[in-house]
């Protein structure tokens, strides 16, 4: 973001409009913009979280400048993926749960379990999913839902598990 932003301020006005998922949106997207605005004061950034599927669509219709997202089934024409970091995945559950007074969690303690996930239009959904097919895991139920806070309420609720990455884990206050 830093690095977009300073080509338009060479101008030292301007706007960029960046698309990302929730999760970068709320963990990653304040460090980058304060650091652009102490750089860049005069560019007006814009930040659009959505999930992965719309957040690639943004950037083919040129709503978005570019992306920040999880890494896509297929890129496209004229566009270009380039991983920044990795993300570990875990397991998140109340507190009460039975998997919560373990260390460590494998995939095959998820066999059985009512499982939260992310909707198909969610990046984490693919590779969460693809992994359980892999491993011939299968949950008593899966709901799926649209938005991280969702998943965060229902984990709350004691509904069931959920497997996301580091970025998508809820809040510690």
Do not use: N, Y
């Not at 040129?62 to 920040?68: K, N």
């Not at 970091?85 to 303690?109: K, N, P």
């Amino acid at each position: 973001l830093v690095h977009e932003t300073g080509d338009i301020a060479q101008s030292k006005r301007g706007r960029v409009v960046v698309t990302c998922v929730s999760s970068i949106a709320g963990r990653v997207m304040p460090l980058a913009l304060q650091r652009c605005t102490e750089l860049f004061p005069k560019v007006e950034v814009t930040v659009r979280d959505d999930v992965a599927s719309q957040v690639i669509a943004a950037v083919r219709s040129r709503e978005a400048d570019f992306a920040v997202t999880v890494q896509p089934l297929e890129v496209g024409d004229g566009m270009l993926f380039e991983p920044l970091s990795e993300d570990r995945f875990h397991l998140v559950c109340h507190r009460d749960h039975g998997l919560a007074r373990r260390r460590t969690v494998a995939w095959h303690d998820l066999h059985g379990q009512s499982l939260i996930s992310l909707s198909t239009s969610s990046g984490t959904h693919h590779m969460v999913h693809d992994e359980l097919v892999r491993q011939r895991i299968e949950p008593a139920r899966t709901t799926a839902v649209s938005h991280l806070s969702t998943v965060h309420g229902m984990l709350e609720a004691g509904f069931g598990v959920a497997v996301l990455p580091q970025l998508g884990l809820p809040v510690q206050g």
